[in-house]
């Protein structure tokens, strides 16, 4: 077990110059078997492991990771959490995240920083307002906390956005959502990681996937480039590179792999103390507990494997952050990176059984994966453990491509594609 | 950014081209029988490859000609660029 992480335990360290904190995980060889496997160390991955521990009594788990944990996607969001999905079955799924946020740092015994700072969507046209009003009562029938903002109440909530009526594209409201935040997209790695590794989950960095072996329509186990592991129970969250490994079982998915871009300014003194997004004009911001302003821009129209995209896209974002926020006109852009998404084509994501009988994947979370970190390991341990889904994400099933039965959030995805 | 060999103008930047997808989706035959499973294919499942692409790309804001563009997704060097009806 490990240590507990509390004021005395931090006392008691400083006295030892933070020398002798004990190992947050361990650092494990593969065993030869495991009744489990997860593929990809992100927050999706390492929170599935975690639920698989402890809610279904499984120990035997590898989380095998290419590089190491949460420096995909986990570590190149713009942390923003909230769930005011327009349909029922998105806003159970993101909703039961955001409620076990609400919690996570506790139960984790590892501070997420869950600031639940409220996020705010912009609508610039009439088309806007009334899609925007739609999601608002569609979120209340849902019981998700959702007020509509005029443009006189944008301008006393966050007082730096430009309401001028004369700008290309101009406030006309807004919706409110105040349970929804931010977090520390590393903590919830390394806490998650922390908390599994402490009940047996064994931990696996550097450790690439390089095939699948099956055995007719089962799994025998996997090809890595720390040799073969075997096992009968394969759960894929390898977000942008989820086509990589469904094509090393002989499976296609629904899915095409594109960069979104992420980019934080110079630190500055606290300026917007909640998160602004908006779709028309492709452009969300906050402000990170160092200062920073945490810029979210688009993804590139076309699939690329590359953790970089193209400078139209920044020139773009920032454009529009400039005409949205002209205070920001003199600062600097400090960093500017990239991750693969994985698009679903209706916007939803992927956590389903498939036709291989053992391999489960979790995919297709696009440009909006991080917020339903918790709720999605929550649901894809219990779709793994009991070979069915969860009521919460049977919507979510990959054979509703076939059915038809599609979850279109083109319009609560913050980035069109 | 990228640097595209248009088949009619020859190299230009990328922000005169639009992306127009996987370049080996066939729409089915008309008045043919198919599956909803041949239906599901053509409609949402496109090549996602870490690798060797072929794509159509539209010279938008050029030419107005589509074309074939053969490109890798990993390290964006582009093979090839052929006309509609030329293979790639």
Known sequence: MRNKYSI????????TYHENWQRAWKDPEPKSFYDVVIVGGGGHGLATAYYLAKEHNLINIAVVEKGWIGGGNT????????????????????????????????????????????????????HDVRELKRRTHANRLNGIDCLWLDTKQVKEFCPIINCSPNIRYPVMGSTLQKRAGTARHDAVAW????????????????CEVKGI????????????????????KIGVAAAGHSSVIANM????LPIESKPLQALVSEPIKPIIDTVVMSNA?????????????????????????????????????????????PIFSRLR??????????????????????SIKGLYFNCGWGTGGFKATPGSGHLFAHTIAKNEPHGLNAAFNINRFVSGDLVDEHGAAAVAH | MLEIKCPYCGKRSQNEFSYGGDAKIKRPELGKEISDKEWDNFVYYRDNPKG??????????GCRQWFKVSRDTASHEIFKTAKLDEDL
């Open chain 2, 52 to 61: 060797k692409h072929s794509e159509l790309w539209h010279h938008i804001s």
């Open chain 1, 213 to 232: 072996k099956r055995k007719g329509d089962s799994i025998e186990g996997l090809e890595t480039t720390k040799g073969f592991i075997k096992t009968s």
């Open chain 1, 281 to 325: 004009v492709h452009a969300y911001v906050s402000q990170s507990d160092k200062g920073e302003l945490v810029i979210g821009a688009g993804t590139d129209a076309y699939i690329s494997y590359t953790q970089k995209g193209t400078h139209e896209i920044v020139e773009g974002t920032l454009n529009a952050i400039l005409e949205l926020y």
């Open chain 1, 249 to 252: 079982a002989g499976l296609k």
């Open chain 1, 75 to 126: 570590g190149r969001n713009t942390t923003i959490i909230r769930s005011n999905y327009l349909w029922d079955a998105s806003a159970g799924l993101y909703d039961h995240a955001l409620k076990i946020w609400e919690n996570l740092s506790q139960e984790l015994n590892y501070n997420v920083m869950f600031s639940q700072r409220g996020v705010m969507n912009l609508a610039h046209n009439q």
């Open chain 1, 333 to 354: 852009m400090l960093r500017q990176w990239g991750g693969v998404v994985d698009i679903c084509p209706d916007a939803s994501p992927i956590i389903s059984k498939t």
């Open chain 1, 191 to 206: 806490g998650y990681a922390r908390a599994a590794d402490s009940m047996g989950v064994d931990i696996i960095q550097n």
């Open chain 1, 8 to 15: 005395f335990s931090l006392i008691k360290n400083s006295f």
